[in-house]
């Protein structure tokens, strides 16, 4: 009937117009495990950067949008093309881009676990000439015998966390100058991603290493609210282990309090830092007058020592620049250390692990690396 055409019509096109504007006027949280649509931090920029504002992605939404990303990248120039592999892709054809590209990635056995390490010397300066033989690694207790060895500048994959709490708001600028400059320091191919986060945590740049589009996602300030550290990290830990096509991973964290509004706890997070190939934690913890700064660095110093990172607590806000490109300098220093473990990775469980450092002409040496990891199970691989 005539009326009811119209009324279908009407209907169809309230449905287009709501659509429309939920696209304009939503941004992308990232939370974990999953993705949903929440209002996203307002930019501070000059007026003409608001229209080079890069859109927001999720990645687990890429299954659905597979297709318009990837007519959208056809259509980009291709200094701006985004480089992170499809989430069907085979790991053969992830090598093969990243070959074709000239992306340095590190090959390494399926039963083999790769650590990265950074040694230093009493007086903390990092040691950089050590060979193969310098090094013994120990898993629960247990030498293992080392089958691979490099000391290269090995991109990484990395996630900038940083705070946009209440309390941020006048450290943002000298924050994100810094989270730039560890950026300009570290290797050109690293691959980088961006999390502003306060009660919740968004994905304000997926992995790039433009720093145009970086700095324009770091420019997301909405101070307010809360500190959700833990659901910040977890989120981007997984956002690593699911999405990276690098194998050496880093989660650079910049915070100025304690954890008040996460629903994931500390012990929670630094078991998802720990799962196999999980990356290490780089902190700076400018707790100031912070009401409870002894558990806020208690919380920090954890989630580094654990995996392998380093937390810095500055006495000013000046000093954050220095010790961000003191961060890349370590990250580029470092030895990756494969070894096969003789109680097999399939039998999972949590694996203690230690590295020792002795050459002649060096006295005492401290090994940085990860404490541990939990070795994925045969049962568990078979059931993803």
Same mark, same amino acid.
């Given at each position: 009937?005539?009326?009811?055409?119209?009324?279908?019509?009407? =209907?169809?096109?309230?449905?287009?117009?709501? +659509?429309?504007?939920?696209?304009?006027?939503?941004? @992308?949280?990232?939370?974990?495990?999953?993705?949903?649509?929440?209002?996203?931090?307002?930019?501070? !920029?000059?007026?003409?950067?608001?229209?080079?504002?890069?859109?927001?992605? !999720?990645?687990?939404?890429?299954?659905?949008?597979?297709?318009?990303?990837?007519?959208t990248d056809q259509q980009k120039p291709a200094q701006e093309t985004t480089d992170q592999p499809k989430p069907d892709q085979q790991p053969s054809e992830q090598q093969k881009k990243a070959d074709d590209e000239g992306?340095?990635? +590190?090959?390494?056995?399926?039963?083999?676990?790769?650590?990265?390490?950074?040694?230093?010397?009493?007086?903390?300066h990092i040691i950089t000439n050590l060979d193969r033989g310098a090094f013994t690694v120990f898993e629960d207790g247990k030498q293992q015998n080392i089958i691979s060895f490099h000391h290269v500048d090995i991109p990484v994959?990395? *996630?900038?966390?940083?705070?946009?709490?209440g309390s941020m708001r006048e450290k943002r600028a000298k924050v994100n100058q810094a989270a730039l400059n560890l950026v300009r320091s570290s290797n050109p191919?690293?691959?980088? &991603?961006?999390?502003? &986060?306060?009660?919740?945590?968004? %994905?304000?740049?997926?992995?790039? =290493?433009? %720093?145009?589009?970086?700095?324009?996602?770091?420019?997301?300030?909405?101070?307010?609210?809360?500190?959700?550290?833990?659901?910040?990290?977890?989120?981007?830990?997984?956002? +690593?282990?699911? =999405?990276?096509?690098?194998?050496?991973? $880093?989660? &650079?964290? $910049?915070?100025?309090?304690?954890?008040?509004?996460?629903?994931? @706890?500390?012990?929670q997070a630094v078991k998802q830092l720990q799962q196999e190939n999980g990356p290490s934690v780089y902190a700076i913890g400018i707790l100031g007058d912070e009401?409870?700064?002894?558990?806020?660095?208690?919380? +920090?110093?954890?989630?580094?020592?654990?995996? *392998?990172?380093?937390?810095?607590?500055?006495?000013?806000?000046?000093?954050?620049?220095?010790? !961000?490109?003191?961060?890349?300098?370590?990250i580029r220093n470092q030895y990756a250390i494969g070894y096969k473990p003789t109680n097999p990775k399939g039998a999972g469980g949590f694996r203690q692990i230690h590295v020792d450092a002795k050459a002649k002409g060096h006295g005492k040496m401290v090994v940085r @690396?990860?404490?541990?990891?939990y070795a994925a199970s045969q049962t568990a691989s078979a059931s993803k």
């Open positions: 009937m005539p009326g009811r055409d119209i009324t279908r019509l009407l =209907n169809s096109a309230a449905r287009v117009l709501l +659509l429309l504007t939920c696209v304009i006027g939503c941004g @992308t949280r990232l939370s974990a495990p999953a993705w949903s649509q929440e209002p996203a931090a307002q930019t501070q !920029s000059k007026p003409d950067d608001a229209k080079q504002t890069p859109d927001k992605s !999720s990645p687990t939404q890429a299954a659905q949008s597979k297709t318009d990303q990837s007519q992306i340095y990635v +590190l090959r390494k056995d399926v039963d083999e676990v790769m650590l990265h390490a950074t040694v230093v010397d009493d007086k903390q994959a990395m *996630g900038i966390v940083i705070d946009n709490s191919k690293d691959e980088v &991603f961006v999390v502003n &986060f306060n009660d919740e945590q968004y %994905l304000d740049q997926d992995f790039t =290493n433009d %720093l145009r589009k970086l700095k324009e996602a770091l420019e997301k300030i909405d101070a307010r609210g809360g500190t959700a550290l833990y659901d910040a990290i977890v989120a981007s830990a997984d956002h +690593l282990k699911q =999405n990276a096509r690098l194998e050496k991973k $880093v989660i &650079f964290v $910049v915070t100025d309090g304690e954890d008040n509004a996460s629903s994931e @706890t500390l012990e009401e409870h700064p002894k558990r806020a660095k208690k919380a +920090l110093q954890i989630l580094s020592d654990r995996t *392998g990172g380093i937390a810095f607590f500055p006495k000013t806000l000046d000093e954050v620049d220095d010790i !961000s490109k003191n961060i890349a300098n370590d @690396t990860k404490s541990g990891y």
